[in-house]
């Protein structure tokens, strides 16, 4: 019982060991499937009329008459950077023309701002290609761009900051090289611009120097990143899509769990907090924002248990919570169970969970995508752990017949989860075996006896020699008895 209980947040020398499995997976997940809502590259769209189809022939040309037309200059940037956002064929077709970049940083470096600024929302766009396309940005502006983003020209430096951050998003090779040149500094500076679009690029590229390896997150911190994003973290209506760039520097931040320290003591809790209380009351659909807040909080609550009490130490936020799982958004149901995945391991906020009618809606949950369902199991398995009284709630509220056809899933760790979650059941209360076996649990177990993982296979046989086959040899007896 004890080695299996050491996989939930209820004993504190598991702590540590949990807080490395559960964002191990959370990592893994985040390799295996890429952000979907906001790309780490982004492309700068524009309009252009007059053009049906761009051909790659075009943008060939479009690079000669660059070099040998300088009074056409601005219809020509206007007509490349639209053609960069069709596809990195035209990004090959314009490097591939002999002297074409030399150009384009030559007019990016020149006294034109005008042009000078077209230049680099080209330079934005050929970034969003692939990685030989960055490095090339990088050969040949790389020490422009980091000068520029001090230069005080708002729009120029917002367009700079945009490039950086397309640039870092294409790896450790681009990441270092941005390092070398000096970037974070002027980014982190930046985030006290008065200028709201300036900001939030500043953010975007901070939050893409921060991905990758737990070094990148250290750089940002020594920089003195955190206080000034703490800053941001505050309701606007205006500046929504800043407070979203600024959760997600956090997020990746508080991802290693290495900077936790750094960030308590800047307040981001409480102001993660009561922005989060606020967001979900007037746009609980929007994704785009409470995702990372929903992200950051869940990782900055894994692990440490006084951590998750001072959180719900404000009695709205599991109200809040209750709110957002409800979403229509399931990227926001997915991070708001991550979120109570990780803060049920106190038995007064499980308290709080149920007297906020939440768990009802956990329980449903268990029946979503198995990602989602994953989380809710987490929770249900921490609430579990509490004892009787919480297992008879559980009981009472139809969890286990919810739980008990997840031992027929497919996902290794769910059906571990819904074991796990049956036995803490079974264990805690009486009433649990009679609610297991109507809901087909023998069944399942006998399925999961000859499991290929041996975790697996090895508590099925635990749960079923322990609950299952003494309830039988003891009928056989009553039976005997009555007989004789």
Known sequence: MDTRKSQYK??????KS???????????????????LLSSKRIRQTSLTGVDEITELQVKEACSALTKKPESRGELLIFLKKAFTQGSAFIDAFLGEENAMTTLVSIFTGSDEKLQLEAAWC?????TGAEEHALSILKHAGAYLITFLSSGNGPLEDQC?????NIAANGDKCHDMLKDLGVVAPLVKLLGSETSSVVQSAAFALSNMARGAPTHGKELVDSGAIPPLVKHLVYDEDKLKVLAEVSWVLAYLSASGDYEDALLEAG???KLNSVLIQVAKDHPNDFEVLTPLLRCLGNICCGLRDVSARACKN??????LGTLLQSEHRHIKKECLWVLSNITAEPDICQQVIDAGILSSVIELLKSAFDIKRQAAYSLCNIACHGEAMCTVLLNKGALQVAVPLLKNHDQDTVELALN???LMLSNDKKSLEVFLDSGGLEGLEGLEYHSAENIQSLAKQILETFIYPEQEKEAKEKENVSA
């Open 10 to 15: 209820h004993k504190p020398e598991s702590v």
């Open 18 to 36: 949990l807080r490395e499995r559960r964002r191990k997976q959370g990592e893994a997940l985040r390799k295996a499937k890429r952000e979907k």
């Open 123 to 127: 330079l934005t766009n050929i970034a």
């Open 161 to 165: 900051l945009w490039t950086v951050g």
């Open 268 to 270: 981001t809790l409480e």
């Open 315 to 320: 009695k709205d936020l599991v109200p809040a």
């Open 421 to 423: 979650f049956c036995h």
